[in-house]
């Protein structure tokens, strides 16, 4: 079992140019999540997904979009990138509490 | 006052010793507590779930759980050099549609010296 994947590793943008995440899961799991982590900030979710089918808002949603295409991917995608979003984004599952993170994407955006 | 609440460190301690790691936090309902290892460029692996008031053992890790005094400790018995890392502490709550939300502190970064 691969566990969380993601693609790519590591990105480079320039201001306004968009992109998107992906994510995959292979542990039947029905949550999905999207964080963020900059430095003495810990942690801060972008965007969840429940189960299959549903997304919700977390803590920093503005600029981002998710989809959830199918119980395994849950992508996110970055319309307009902007220096703020500078970051290392983590996609997460979960069945019921415990969460499991992918190897994450190194984002910079110039 | 934060969700989560860890001392930021570093934390040091030399090789053999117990390393102790503390978290708080403020709400009441949370019901179900973990304990992530982060080393440096990589991501949160999960090394530790407590559900109930006490002391629940993982080889050379404990974790402890304080409901009444809100707050949740992870004991690693002699440290190893491998273990320095950044240890996450997450809480977890339901909110009233039954969705759990999952939120980390800060982290605490623990240096272990050979």
């Known amino acids: 079992n691969a566990g969380v994947t993601q693609t790519p590793k590591f990105q480079v943008l320039k201001t306004g140019q968009s992109m998107t995440l992906q994510c995959a899961q292979d542990m039947n799991h029905n949550s999905m999540y999207w964080y963020r982590q900059d430095p003495g900030m810990g942690l801060r979710l972008i965007y969840y997904s429940a189960s299959e089918g549903t997304t919700d808002k977390g803590e920093v949603p503005n600029g981002y979009n998710v989809s959830r295409l199918n119980k395994r991917e849950f992508s996110l995608r970055l319309e307009s990138a902007a220096p703020s979003q500078t970051s290392v984004y983590f996609c997460?599952?979960?069945?019921?509490?415990?969460?499991?993170f992918g190897p994450g994407t190194r984002l910079t955006v110039t | 006052q934060k969700e989560v609440e860890q001392n930021s460190g570093p934390l040091s301690v030399p090789e053999g010793a117990i390393a102790s790691l503390n978290c708080t936090y403020s709400d009441r309902g949370s019901q179900s507590f973990f304990w992530y290892r982060q080393y440096s460029g990589k991501s949160p692996e999960l090394i530790m779930s407590?559900?109930?008031?006490g002391d629940k053992e993982d080889g050379r890790f404990t974790a402890q759980l304080n409901k009444a005094s809100q707050y949740v400790s992870l004991l690693i018995r002699d440290s190893q050099p491998s273990d320095s890392a950044t240890y996450l502490c997450?809480?977890?709550?339901?909110?009233?549609?039954?969705?759990?939300?999952?939120?980390f502190g800060t982290g605490t970064k623990l240096q272990v010296i050979p």
């Open positions: 997450a809480v977890n709550t339901r909110n009233s549609g039954g969705y759990q939300k999952v939120t």
């Open positions: 407590i559900y109930s008031n």
């Open positions: 997460a599952s979960s069945d019921p509490f415990e969460q499991y």
